[in-house]
C-alpha cells in the first residue's frame, strides 16, 4: 500500500497513516511517498517496512555504508548530516512539548564530526571466523569489514582483519566489547582495563562496562557541565556535590573538584570500585554509596546538604523514589544529562511542577547516523 509520512518521532520511525490508524516506518523520512508493507499490527497502531520510496525527500541522501538497512546500528544514514540534526532536534522539542515543559532558554544542539566518532562496540564473531553487527530486530549477525562511524583505530582492525583474528584466539564467547582511542585498541578478555585523558583528568573504565562512545563530545558536555548556561545564578562550586548515578565518577573526577566534599551513588559495586581509583587524589573528601537510587533515601547520606547535583539516569529515566527524594530535598541546582528524550520529558515535568524551573536544554549529538538523542538540562529553584 502507498501512504505518504508525516513527522519523525522518538525511535527514530516516520508517522503514516491507514484510515486513520497510525503507522511506524522505520528508515523513512517526513513528507516521502512510499509503498509499504505492514510487519505488525496492533489495535491502535501498525509497524511497517519500505518496500520502495515513490517520492523521496530531498534530504534523502545515498548512505555512506554499504549495509545500511541491514545492519541494525545506524538508522538515518539515508538523510544528510544537517537534516539529521534537525530531525533529532524536532523529536526532542515535540516530547518536550507533549510533557508540557519548556526551556526558559529553548533548545539548542551542540555536534560534532557525522563519521569517524565512535569509540565502543559490541562486536559478535560469525561462523566463518570473521565479526560482524547484529542485523536490526534480529539475532542474524552481519559480517563486517569497515564501518564509518567507528574511529580510525578500529577501522583499520576491521579492514585489516587483526581485530577478527584477536577474537578467533582471545574471545570464548558469542559477543566482546571493543573500545579504541587514538592508536589504541582495548578488546574483551584481553586488556580490558581502559584509561582515558578528559579534560586533563586520568579517568580508568572496564571494557565490559558502559561508558560514553563518543569521546569528543563526551570532554564538551563536561566542560558545558562545569559553566552552566548563561543567566544561571551562582557558580558551580560550593560545599558538596551530589554525582547520581555516578558510574566510575567521570562528572566526579572531572567537575567536583570545586567542592569540598562529593558524595557518589552508584548500584554497580564493580563501576563504583573504578571510581575509588579515579578520585584516589582527593581520598578523604569523597564519599562512595553503594545503593541504588530507589533505597538512596534510607542513607544517612541522603540527609546531608548538598549545593549541587550531577545526574546521568539510565533509560529508564530517574527512578520514582529518587524523583520523589529531589522534589523534596533542599538541593537547588540539578545538571541532568538524559539519553532518552522521553523518560527525560516525564523527569523534567516532575521537577517543574515541584517547584524547580528548567533554565536550559542542549541536545548533545554523541550519535550521528541515528536517532538516539542526549540531552544535557539544567534545573534551578
Known amino acids: 500500500m502507498t501512504v505518504t509520512t508525516e513527522k519523525m518521532v522518538a525511535g527514530g520511525s516516520c508517522i503514516a497513516r491507514i484510515d486513520g490508524k497510525a503507522v511506524f516506518v522505520p ?16 489495535k491502535d497502531y501498525s509497524f511497517a517496512r519500505v518496500i520502495s520510496v515513490l517520492e523521496p525527500s530531498e534530504h534523502r541522501v545515498e548512505p555512506p555504508c554499504p549495509l545500511f538497512g541491514k545492519c541494525g546500528g545506524c538508522s538515518l544514514q539515508m538523510a544528510d548530516p544537517e537534516y539529521q540534526r534537525k530531525l533529532r532536534l524536532s523529536i526532542l522539542k515535540d516530547t518536550l512539548f507533549r510533557a508540557h515543559v519548556e526551556s526558559e532558554t529553548g533548545i539548542h544542539i551542540e555536534s560534532g564530526s557525522p563519521l569517524e566518532y565512535r569509540s565502543r562496540f559490541q562486536f559478535h564473531r560469525t561462523r566463518e571466523g570473521g565479526i560482524g553487527l547484529r542485523e536490526g530486530s534480529s539475532n542474524t549477525v552481519v559480517p563486517i569489514r569497515d564501518c564509518p562511524v567507528a574511529v580510525p583505530a578500529i577501522r583499520k582492525a576491521l579492514a585489516d582483519g587483526s581485530l577478527a583474528r584477536e577474537a578467533r584466539h ?3 564467547g558469542d559477543r566482546f566489547h571493543v573500545f579504541g582511542f587514538e592508536d589504541r585498541i582495548w578488546q574483551e578478555e584481553g586488556e580490558t582495563a581502559c584509561a ?5 583528568k586520568n579517568v580508568g573504565f572496564d571494557v565490559r562496562g558502559f561508558f560514553q562512545s563518543n569521546i569528543p563530545m ?4 563536561l566542560v558545558a557541565i562545569q559553566k552552566g548556561p548563561a543567566g544561571l545564578e551562582g557558580g558551580f562550586s560550593g560545599e558538596r556535590l551530589l554525582d547520581f548515578y555516578s558510574g566510575v565518577g567521570t562528572f566526579s573526577a572531572v567537575a567536583g573538584e570545586a567542592f569540598a566534599e562529593t558524595v557518589l551513588v552508584e548500584h554497580n ?17 569523597a564519599l562512595f554509596c553503594p545503593v541504588s537510587a530507589e533505597d538512596w533515601h534510607t542513607r544517612n547520606e541522603s540527609r ?19 524523583l520523589e527524594w529531589f522534589s523534596g530535598s533542599g538541593i537547588a541546582d540539578i545538571r541532568s544529562v538524559s539519553c532518552d528524550p522521553v523518560t527525560f520529558a516525564r523527569d523534567a515535568a516532575k521537577l517543574v511542577a515541584s517547584g524547580f524551573r528548567l533554565v536550559d536544554v542542549a541536545l548533545y549529538d554523541f550519535y550521528p547516523q541515528t536517532h538516539h538523542i542526549e540531552t544535557l538540562a539544567f534545573f534551578t529553584r
Request: one cysteine or more; a positive charge; glycine letters at 8%.
Open 27 to 42: 528508515l523513512s523520512l517526513p513528507g516521502e511517498t512510499l509503498e509499504i508493507e505492514i510487519t505488525d499490527a496492533k
Open 170 to 172: 582471545r574471545n570464548a
Open 196 to 200: 582515558l585523558p578528559l579534560c586533563g
Open 218 to 221: 563526551l570532554e564538551r558536555l
Open 269 to 285: 559495586r564493580e563501576a563504583l570500585d573504578l571510581a575509588r581509583k579515579n578520585l584516589a587524589s582527593r581520598a578523604g573528601t
Open 304 to 322: 546531608l546538604r548538598y549545593d549541587s547535583a550531577i545526574v546521568d539516569p539510565p533509560r529508564q529515566g530517574i527512578g520514582k523514589r529518587a
